[in-house]
């Protein structure tokens, strides 16, 4: 049995149906389980992980947890981690690609696992093609305002993320490994605008904003000054140095990363 933690987010989801489809026995982990809707013979249980007691039903008998952290902050992680390591032999996570001195709990919940009697994996994905649905909004009215147009990034498909999340939870090949995972070329910013308008048929426009006034955005949004400044500074570092990518998809899977073209038509839907 493999927990799914974070079942209905984009990358949860896709795990559940290629873990389904690839025969394993799953339980999806959700807050709302009348509002879930996964592939036939899934087990839903209710349960958050801000809440570590409504956790142990959903551990019973599982082998494995994909874990997927909620938000920006994981106040809970330590009583999560513990409470996993008393049912569970291992552990996916999915974590980012982040320094070693990044202020990101990703970093914390990292050390919690390795401290743990838990085989773990972590997937260090770089950037999710998926934070551009944040822009669908504007893209209907035909123009992007944001900060770094000539920022470029290796935008990874949650398709992959949850490949790669797959392989580590279904053997023990990736077990001590942190793949750093990325989409199989560099796209700048403006140029992912320009790849989303042609995918739903209209011409959408960049429109650069000032990186102070992202940062104040991005703070509103996040509750936290520090790491939106430190956001928008990642961001505005990908001008000069774009983001790196990698072959772990390809190689971890057998198949290539799909594209920022071949994202984009998979969710043209969600920007029309």
């Given at each position: 049995?493999?927990?799914?933690t974070?079942?209905?987010?984009?990358?949860?989801?896709?795990?559940?149906?290629q873990?389904?489809?690839a025969?394993?026995?799953?339980?999806?982990?959700?807050?709302?389980?009348?509002?879930?809707?996964f592939?036939?013979?899934?087990?839903?249980?209710?349960?958050?992980?801000?809440?570590?007691?409504?956790?142990?039903?959903a551990?019973?008998?599982?082998?494995?947890?994909?874990?997927?952290?909620?938000?920006?902050?994981?106040?809970?992680?330590?009583?999560?981690?513990?409470?996993?390591?008393?049912?569970?032999?291992?552990?996916?996570?999915?974590?980012?690609n982040?320094?070693?001195?990044?202020?990101?709990?990703?970093?914390?919940?990292?050390?919690?696992i390795?401290?743990?009697?838990?085989?773990?994996?972590?997937?260090?994905?770089?950037?999710?093609?998926?934070?551009?649905?944040?822009?669908?909004?504007?893209?209907?009215?035909?123009?992007v305002?944001?900060?770094y147009?000539?920022?470029?990034r290796?935008?990874?498909?949650?398709?992959?993320?949850?490949?790669?999340?797959?392989?580590?939870?279904?053997?023990?090949?990736?077990?001590?490994q942190?793949?750093?995972?990325?989409?199989?070329?560099?796209v700048?910013?403006?140029?992912?605008?320009r790849?989303?308008?042609?995918?739903?048929?209209?011409?959408?426009?960049?429109?650069?904003?000032?990186?102070?006034?992202?940062?104040?955005?991005?703070a509103?949004?996040?509750?936290?000054?520090?790491?939106?400044?430190?956001?928008?500074?990642?961001?505005g570092?990908?001008?000069?140095?774009?983001?790196?990518?990698?072959?772990?998809?390809?190689?971890?899977?057998?198949?290539?990363?799909?594209?920022?073209?071949?994202?984009?038509?998979?969710h043209a839907?969600?920007?029309?």
């Open positions: 049995m493999i927990l799914v974070g079942a209905t987010g984009n990358v949860g989801r896709q795990a559940v149906s873990l389904v489809a025969g394993a026995q799953v339980r999806a982990l959700v807050r709302n389980p009348a509002k879930a809707a592939p036939e013979g899934v087990e839903v249980v209710k349960g958050d992980l801000t809440d570590p007691s409504s956790l142990a039903p551990l019973e008998g599982v082998e494995k947890v994909f874990l997927i952290w909620p938000g920006f902050a994981a106040e809970t992680a330590a009583k999560v981690v513990d409470l996993v390591a008393e049912h569970a032999r291992g552990i996916v996570y999915l974590s980012a982040l320094p070693e001195d990044s202020t990101m709990f990703h970093k914390d919940v990292e050390r919690l390795q401290a743990s009697p838990l085989e773990w994996t972590f997937l260090r994905p770089g950037g999710f093609a998926a934070n551009t649905l944040g822009w669908a909004e504007q893209v209907r009215g035909g123009s305002r944001w900060v147009g000539a920022g470029a290796s935008l990874i498909h949650e398709a992959d993320i949850a490949a790669v999340a797959v392989k580590a939870l279904l053997s023990d090949e990736l077990v001590g942190a793949p750093v995972l990325s989409g199989p070329a560099t700048t910013q403006a140029e992912q605008v790849i989303i308008g042609a995918a739903v048929g209209r011409e959408v426009r960049w429109e650069e904003m000032p990186p102070e006034e992202a940062v104040a955005e991005m509103a949004m996040w509750g936290d000054p520090d790491l939106a400044r430190e956001a928008v500074e990642a961001w570092e990908f001008v000069t140095a774009p983001e790196k990518v990698t072959d772990a998809v390809e190689r971890l899977t057998g198949r290539p990363a799909r594209s920022f073209e071949e994202w984009a038509a998979d839907a969600d920007f029309r």
